[in-house]
């Protein structure tokens, strides 16, 4: 108990004990996690880019504290931002996914992540929807997107045998597991989709990722949950912030399943963020950092987010 004091008071480092005795594993137990905006399709003045707030508060609710990574900035930039936080968010939304700086500011952070992991410095990715197609790209150098119809409806996951010795979704419980699998509680707010087919046709993506789960829109079945194999980079067509925090659509689920796969998808992403190491070079930094300088706007009356960052 005292060394476990010690630790936290000195180091802002825990130690926990896998299982009653073994090795003990250090966690970094103040991780932030850097979520990059993206371009708002009209600019005005003090909102040229944005965050919607439920990606925040998704992350807060497990632990973790954000840091918005803007966009058009430098590579220099944003190799600093890296070695200052312990994983990176990209959420979905509606840029290009060649032009924006979105992709562009995403592209960076990927490449870093790969070397970091590479080299044994533990830094994790999640991709949402947009996201999610990002990192296809990223990943496999092609644009694989088709057609579905899937912009408002929420799914239950059709998982594939690989689930059961999947990273992800290990600690949930078992009856979120079923619920998951039999209620429609993941919801789905895209156009677009990497058809499965597509997606094990590429050797690039079939080898990097491990499905998870697919969908169906009735006519494509598309690959919707992902891990990849020797990175801790992970995605999602599906949007796991809404069930909680957006309220806008009637087809968001908010059934007590569909809250619990906020929190428990949440939680899985912000302890592979507890295994980073990064940190800002000083406190004054991190403070300068953090989504706590900005305000989110409630813009639940217009627009599909309750509430949203806007950036200069
Ligand atoms: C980002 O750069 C693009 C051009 O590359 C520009 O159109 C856009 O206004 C910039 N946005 C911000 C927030 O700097
Ligand atoms: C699209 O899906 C919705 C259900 O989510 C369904 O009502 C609609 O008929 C579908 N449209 C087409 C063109 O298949
Ligand atoms: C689930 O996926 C399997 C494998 O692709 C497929 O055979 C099955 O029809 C799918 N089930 C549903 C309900 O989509």
Same mark, same amino acid.
């Given at each position: 108990?005292?060394?476990?004091?010690?630790? +936290?008071?000195?180091? =802002?480092?825990?130690?926990?004990?896998?299982?009653?005795?073994?090795?003990?594993?250090?966690?970094?137990?103040?991780?932030?996690?850097?979520?990059?905006?993206?371009?708002?399709?009209?600019?005005?003045?003090?909102?040229?880019?944005?965050?919607?707030?439920?990606?925040?508060?998704?992350? %807060?609710?497990?632990?973790?504290?954000?840091?918005?990574?803007?966009?058009?900035?430098?590579?220099?930039?944003?190799?600093?931002?890296?070695?200052?936080?312990?994983?990176?968010?990209?959420?979905?939304?509606?840029?290009?996914?060649?032009?924006?700086?979105?992709? *562009?500011?995403?592209?960076?952070?990927?490449?870093?992540?790969?070397?970091?992991?590479?080299?044994?410095?533990?830094?994790? @990715?999640?991709?949402? +929807?947009?996201?999610? %197609?990002?990192?296809?790209?990223?990943?496999?150098? %092609?644009?694989?997107?088709?057609? $579905?119809?899937?912009?408002?409806?929420?799914?239950?996951l059709n998982f594939t045998a690989d689930v059961r010795d999947s990273r992800l979704f290990k600690d949930f419980p078992v009856d979120l597991m079923e619920s998951l699998a039999s209620?429609?509680?993941?919801?789905?707010?895209?156009?677009?989709?990497?058809?499965?087919? *597509?997606?094990?046709?590429?050797?690039?993506?079939?080898?990097?990722?491990?499905?998870?789960? $697919?969908?169906?829109?009735?006519?494509?079945?598309?690959?919707?949950? @992902?891990?990849?194999?020797?990175?801790?980079?992970?995605?999602?067509?599906?949007?796991? %912030?809404?069930?909680?925090?957006?309220?806008?659509?009637?087809?968001?689920?908010?059934?007590?399943?569909?809250?619990? $796969?906020?929190?428990?998808?949440?939680? =899985? =992403?912000?302890?592979?963020?507890?295994?980073?190491?990064?940190?800002?070079?000083? @406190?004054?930094?991190?403070?300068?950092?953090?989504?706590?300088?900005?305000?989110?706007?409630?813009?639940?009356?217009?627009?599909?987010?309750?509430?949203?960052?806007? =950036?200069?």
């Amino acid at each position: 108990m005292i060394h476990i004091y010690f630790a +936290c008071v000195f180091l =802002f480092v825990d130690t926990v004990f896998s299982g009653h005795v073994g090795t003990p594993i250090k966690t970094n137990d103040r991780p932030i996690i850097g979520v990059l905006a993206q371009d708002v399709f009209n600019p005005r003045p003090h909102r040229n880019s944005f965050i919607a707030a439920s990606y925040v508060k998704f992350l %807060e609710s497990a632990g973790a504290r954000v840091v918005p990574l803007m966009i058009n900035k430098t590579d220099d930039e944003y190799t600093r931002l890296f070695k200052s936080i312990n994983g990176v968010l990209f959420p979905g939304g509606g840029v290009s996914l060649k032009t924006s700086g979105y992709s *562009k500011a995403a592209t960076v952070f990927y490449r870093l992540a790969l070397e970091a992991n590479s080299n044994g410095d533990y830094f994790p @990715v999640w991709g949402t +929807c947009l996201g999610f %197609e990002l990192l296809t790209l990223l990943t496999s150098g %092609e644009l694989l997107l088709s057609h $579905t119809n899937t912009s408002g409806v929420a799914l239950p996951l059709n998982f594939t045998a690989d689930v059961r010795d999947s990273r992800l979704f290990k600690d949930f419980p078992v009856d979120l597991m079923e619920s998951l699998a039999s209620d429609p509680l993941t919801e789905n707010s895209h156009q677009w989709s990497v058809t499965t087919e *597509k997606f094990t046709k590429n050797e690039k993506l079939k080898n990097f990722y491990r499905v998870l789960s $697919t969908n169906t829109d009735g006519q494509n079945e598309f690959v919707s949950t @992902v891990e990849a194999y020797d990175f801790p980079i992970y995605a999602t067509q599906w949007h796991p %912030e809404k069930n909680a925090f957006e309220w806008t659509r009637p087809y968001i689920p908010h059934t007590p399943p569909a809250v619990k $796969t906020t929190f428990y998808t949440a939680s =899985f =992403f912000v302890n592979e963020a507890r295994k980073s190491f990064h940190s800002f070079a000083s @406190v004054e930094e991190e403070k300068k950092a953090l989504i706590y300088n900005y305000k989110p706007e409630y813009t639940g009356t217009q627009s599909a987010f309750e509430q949203i960052y806007y =950036f200069d």
